[in-house]
């Protein structure tokens, strides 16, 4: 390992070149090609020959920003190196001077993103870090020592902002005296840098271009009229909601059953609130995504989910409701490219307040498996219904949805707390 920094190394040289390149300078850039493309164009119209020339200056802007928006806005490390200067994130080693103090180093560390990130959700504050990195410990060797350390632990990709925050403070010799007055321990800082990493891996993912098939994608398919009316399309989702692991296995266990030649129907079953829905979700993005690899007999084929408790309300009478699920599932049938999903299913074969046995309609339809359904089913409901139509519940692909255990369930709730924070003006820490 190499703890000692090299400034000018070819990467920290890129690196402050993109720090350089501010929003303003690329702003400034776009303004500069644009204009002397559009004057360029104009004196070519006026038989003007400087008009080429023109033009071929726009390229050089043009140039720099596909240079950064390619390989220096994400510059990548070099794995295979132990240099600092090789490892460290992009946003840190640009901001460096030839020989940065400790305090410098901390300044910039808590700046960047994942400083911030780590400082602010575990309520360490910037001045703490800073007075950390005044002791004799953290030295600029021991830092980058400490962090060349901690990211091969953590397995990270680059020394990011929270990599440095954290190695400074693990080099204080009482350092777990000093995180029990914040009520944390050193875990919690690691899970920290891999969280800030997590969320910054869904954005990159939700950055990444989707081949969903084009505006033609369903030219070639049926009409359907009253589906449309009282079905809803479930489109790919533009949350950053990570994939539990359960979740992606049940998702490729319902793509490889829909792509066989058996029973084309799958029953989603437990409790309320083990994410049902969440699985049908993510079935449907998947399905969408033309990047994935699937059979073409499902790809780009759309989820169209009907709500039980909206179809009862809208028809008053067993006979009008009958003939409204059996001309939907006609519908269905004939376009060739929908997934029924039947949220709720349980209500569609139980009599009661807000529900309606229908299996004389709906059976036929499961055990013939031509038509692709999902059936969303309560664990408990479930039962009783196999137990009064036994036909039923032989027909069924079933697919048990178990609950999240904590570590699932904490990962969810920090998944959707960036949204929570931005729709209610506020920052939750890690120890709320």
């Not at 990270?156 to 403070?169: D, E, N, P, Q």
């Amino acid at each position: 390992m190499s703890p000692d920094f090299n400034y000018n190394s070819m990467r920290s040289k890129k690196a402050r070149l993109t720090v350089k390149i501010s929003p303003i300078i690329r702003n400034m850039l776009k303004l500069i090609e644009i204009s002397f493309f559009v004057i360029g164009i104009i004196m070519i119209v006026a038989s003007e020959p400087i008009g080429w020339l023109l033009i071929g200056v726009a390229f050089i802007p043009l140039m720099i920003l596909w240079w950064w928006n390619g390989e220096l806005h994400r510059l990548e490390p070099i794995a295979s190196s132990n240099k600092i200067e090789d490892l460290l994130a992009s946003n840190i080693l640009g901001r460096l001077k030839p020989q940065p103090t400790s305090e410098e180093i901390a300044k910039i560390a808590a700046s960047v993103s994942g400083g911030r990130f780590l400082l602010m959700r575990f309520g360490i504050g910037a001045q703490t870090l800073e007075s950390l990195a005044t002791l004799t410990q953290n030295s600029p060797e021991n830092i980058w020592q400490t962090s060349i350390e901690l990211k091969n632990l953590l397995d990270t990709k680059t020394i990011s902002g929270g990599v440095i925050a954290l190695a400074i403070i693990k080099n204080y010799p009482d350092h777990e005296r000093l995180l029990a007055q914040f009520n944390l321990e050193s875990d919690d800082l690691k899970y920290g840098v891999r969280w800030h990493d997590h969320i910054f891996s869904l954005i990159n993912k939700q950055k990444e271009p989707k081949k969903t098939g084009g505006i033609a994608r369903d030219w070639s398919f049926g009409f359907t009229p009253i589906l449309d009316r009282f079905g809803r399309t479930i489109t790919p989702s533009n949350t950053m909601s990570g994939d539990l692991e359960q979740h992606h296995d049940l998702v490729e266990k319902m793509v490889e059953q829909f792509s066989s030649d058996g029973r084309k129907n799958i029953a989603l079953i437990g409790p309320d609130g083990t994410g049902k829905t969440t699985v049908v979700n993510a079935f449907a993005e998947k399905i969408a995504d033309g990047n994935n690899k699937i059979s073409s007999k499902l790809q780009f084929h759309q989820v169209v989910l009907l709500d039980a408790s909206a179809l009862i309300s809208a028809a008053p009478g067993r006979g009008e409701l009958e003939g409204l699920i059996n001309t939907i599932l006609v519908e269905a049938y004939s376009a060739k490219n929908i997934i029924i999903c039947l949220d709720n299913a349980q209500l569609f074969f139980e009599e009661g307040v807000g529900s309606v046995d229908l299996s004389n309609v709906l059976l036929p339809i499961i055990e013939a498996g031509n038509l692709r359904m999902i059936l969303t089913i309560d664990e408990h409901r479930f039962l009783q219904i196999s137990a009064r139509n036994p036909s039923l519940a032989n027909s069924l692909n079933r697919l048990q949805v178990k609950p999240a255990n904590y570590e699932e369930t904490l990962a969810v709730m920090q998944d959707k707390l960036l949204y929570f924070e931005h729709q209610y003006k506020v920052v939750y820490m890690f120890q709320a």
